[in-house]
């Protein structure tokens, strides 16, 4: 079975300092990617998604950045953080050969003092 | 822009209850998707209806389409205390189906 992994659970940085949240799946090949950010009492806002390897597509004009160096790994980074880019940081992933599904990952939670 | 914007924003009601909720999108979909978030999880996959469907089932779930209205609805038979969570919609419009837009949600309290 597919399983999503994020990682840390929750952090704590102060501004300006940098930013790597991590995510990975198991259980698939070539998924589709996507990285939202959830305001608190929020919906969804899609940053990134990523069709394969080193393809990245933005939606948001943003201070953060994506990267996809593995197959079913996919990675937001930031090198200066802002107090807005606080929040729940969500990883999800689809296989559209099967489903419009998407799945998620637990979450991250940022904040930024 | 919000593709999809529920309604109420939050709802309490009684266990043993129904729980409507209601959501409207702008353009044109090829499906509309329904999600829970239990508070500070990931979401979960409930149900998905095409644009050619008019009405779906699932265990205690009832989704509805009016593509002529850009409305659907989500109804919950028979409430526990364990459905409380955040409910969100989610379009995918045609030529851009890896792309899903999320309503703001609704919060649903289920009352023992």
């Known amino acids: 079975s597919q399983t999503i992994h994020q990682w840390p659970a929750t952090l704590v940085q102060p501004v300006g300092s940098p930013l790597s949240l991590e995510c990975t799946v198991e259980g698939t090949s070539n998924p589709n990617l996507y990285w939202y950010r959830q305001a608190a009492g929020r919906g969804l806002q899609l940053l990134f998604y990523s069709v394969g390897i080193g393809q990245i597509s933005s939606e948001v004009p943003q201070n953060l950045s994506a990267s996809r160096p593995q197959d079913r790994q996919f990675i937001l980074s930031s090198k200066k953080l802002l107090l807005s880019d606080s929040g729940f940081y969500l990883c999800?992933?689809?296989?559209?050969?099967?489903?419009?599904?998407?799945?998620f990952g637990p979450g991250t939670r940022l904040t930024v003092t | 822009s919000q593709q999809g914007e529920e309604d109420p924003q939050a709802l309490s009601i009684q266990e043993g209850e129904n729980a409507t909720m209601n959501c409207s999108y702008k353009t044109s979909i090829n499906n509309l998707q329904w999600y829970r978030q239990n508070s500070g999880r990931g979401l979960v996959h409930l149900i998905l209806i095409r644009s050619n469907e008019r009405e779906k089932h699932s265990g205690r779930l009832r989704v509805t389409l009016d593509t002529s209205k850009k409305s659907s609805s989500l109804l919950i038979t028979a409430s526990r205390a364990a459905d409380t969570a955040s409910y969100f919609c989610a379009t995918d419009a045609y030529g851009s189906a890896r792309q899903l837009t999320f309503g703001s949600g609704t919060q649903l309290t289920v009352l023992p």
């Open positions: 999800a992933w689809s296989c559209l050969a099967v489903t419009y599904e998407q799945y």
